[in-house]
């Protein structure tokens, strides 16, 4: 079989596998790049293989980075069937159509600046309702069970422990009568994660295709990230400010509200104060989550079990509150008393948070506790990083509020993570393919990989194809050339880079300002610069 990678290669997001065996051809997720605008551009362009040759695809999880495209899919041809765990598919049910509704929104913004320039309007990647047509593709299994999907290709799901329904699958392909084993991790979890089950051990892999976001690092202790959390919930209403939580609609948020009610239950009478502070879920999104994981009982580990079959909701509590409304969601902004808002996205670029970003990071007495990765250009990125100002639909905000970054809560495996999940493998594949993280990151997993396992290690690039079969792997000669859309990104990228260039050196211009000394570095920087100038509207000609 053929196995491509056409997405999350050298990067975090758009996951995107293409396996082609003797028989047919199918995709493992279909997810969406996200980030710097040159990824949202990567949405844009055509897939690299015709969507109608599909025969079905296999999806991981319901996040967007791995489930994103597929409304794109099935606009451009693809009617095959889609096979997930039932929780992926309620998930995407409400996911796919909210990122529909997003695209429909900010197409809209497009247009409207497009049409102001003269310039004809575009369509968006996918509508709302294009979103809700594909879930009829969709076929849900269970964990454990084992998928006959045709004579040549059998698959199962096996807990994932990242989000309810997330699964590491198992792919068996038989080709000359030859059966070869590749296993997807898909996102691995980390153990010990709220609700959810640990990641299953897999017994065996010819080939693995594993995750490495957090591959060359270790998550903070976490033992105490809950008594952290509540201790500067606690610092923030004694100065009476808000709790800002950008928080991933689903799955973080639902974690969020599993932690409140189990330190309520533990230290209700100690943190009186703090439990009489609302909590407001103001995301739609989240709270059609909330909804799908009361309903999927069967994905909760023991302890969350525990919970309801004592007849208690460990997703509810007295004082936590859905808002529905975008009135009731502005309300909450001239509320005079302390809240917590827990609202999404989760990395700030889009939804509600913008607008409790607005009216709380000028506050000094206010709090934004981050509780999730957060990628590289996000808002959310440069404000864990420390910034001191923000743009906010168009103004400028200084960051006052305090900020803080809670790691424990990370729905991903870290460095040792991942490591003990591939030591389980009892017999260990001959090869490990390594995705889904940054470049640099994914250079030091390898290493440590290597050095544990003594197992050879594959960083493909996008584009890279590899035959593959019981006995080897050899990287396929044919790689796509770079598409016209490719150069273009790339000078993209260029110009990106020279932009964060030119905002550094106007930093420590604008740093050195006071010392008013009129030196002759300066002087040649300037006449360097007009040269520059000039060189630029050349080309701009
Ligand atoms: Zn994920």
Redesign the pocket.
């Known amino acids: 079989m053929k196995i491509t990678f056409l997405g999350a290669a050298k990067t975090v997001t758009g996951s995107c596998y293409l396996v082609e065996t003797k028989s047919c051809k199918f995709l493992i997720d279909c997810g969406m790049f996200q980030g710097h605008s040159k990824e949202n551009l990567l949405n844009e362009e055509p897939f690299s293989f015709n969507p109608a040759e599909l025969d079905f695809m296999i999806l991981t999880?319901s996040?967007i980075?791995?489930s994103g495209r597929i409304p794109k899919l099935y606009l451009d041809g693809f009617k095959g069937t889609i096979y997930s765990t039932k929780a992926t598919k309620e998930l995407c049910g409400i996911m796919l159509p909210d990122c529909g509704h997003i695209q429909e929104m900010e197409n809209e913004w497009t247009n409207r600046k497009r049409q102001r320039a003269g310039k004809p309007p575009v369509k968006p990647l996918y509508t709302y309702q294009d979103a809700v047509d594909c879930m009829q593709l969709f076929n849900s299994s269970g964990y454990g069970e084992l998928i006959t999907i045709n004579d040549g290709i059998r698959a199962r799901f096996n807990d994932a422990g990242?989000?309810l329904g997330?699964s590491i699958v198992e792919l068996w392909v038989t080709e000359n009568g030859e059966e070869t084993k590749v296993v997807f991790s898909?996102?691995l979890g980390n153990k010990g994660i709220p609700i959810l089950r640990d990641p299953a051990v897999i017994e065996s892999a010819d080939y693995l295709v594993i995750e490495s976001t957090y591959g060359n690092r270790l998550h903070v202790d976490n033992s105490n990230k809950v008594e952290r959390f509540v201790d500067i919930i606690n610092e923030t209403i004694e100065k009476g400010g808000n709790v800002i939580i950008p928080s991933f609609a689903v799955g973080r948020t639902q974690e969020i509200i599993y932690d409140l009610h189990q330190q309520r239950e533990k230290y209700g009478e100690k943190l009186k104060k703090l439990f009489n502070i609302p909590v407001f879920v103001d995301s739609p999104l989240a709270t059609s989550a909330t909804q799908i994981f009361r309903n999927n009982l069967d994905c909760y580990d023991e302890e969350a079990r525990a919970y309801v079959e004592n007849g208690d909701n460990p997703l509810e509590f007295p004082g936590l509150q859905f808002t529905q409304s975008p009135d009731e969601s502005r309300a909450l902004n001239d509320r005079q008393d302390s809240i917590i808002i827990i609202s999404a996205s989760g990395m700030c670029e889009a939804g509600r948070i913008k607008h409790h970003l607005k009216h709380n990071l000028w506050r000094k007495e206010s709090t934004v506790i981050f509780v999730g990765y957060q990628a590289v250009g996000t808002l959310g990125r440069k404000l864990v990083d420390g910034a001191k100002k923000v743009k906010l639909f168009g103004e400028e905000i200084s960051v006052n509020a305090r900020i803080e970054m809670i790691d424990g809560f990370s729905?991903?495996a870290d460095k040792n993570g991942l490591l003990e999940w591939i030591g389980k493998i009892s017999k260990k594949p001959r090869k490990i393919f390594i995705v889904h993280g940054e470049e640099e990151v994914m250079g030091e997993f390898a290493g440590f990989i290597h050095e544990k396992f003594n197992i050879e290690t594959e960083i493909p690039s996008k584009g890279d194809s590899y035959l593959v079969n019981a006995r080897r792997a050899v990287e396929s000669l044919e790689k796509a050339e770079p598409s016209y859309q490719f150069r273009r990104l790339a000078i993209i990228e260029l110009m990106e880079t020279l932009k964060e260039e030119f905002d550094e050196l106007a930093e420590i211009l604008k740093s050195e300002l006071k010392q008013e000394k009129d030196d002759l570095e300066v002087d040649e920087l300037k006449a360097k610069l007009k040269g520059l100038e000039k060189y630029m509207i050349d080309i701009l000609k």
């Open positions: 999880h996040h980075d791995h990242h989000i997330s898909g996102d729905g991903h």
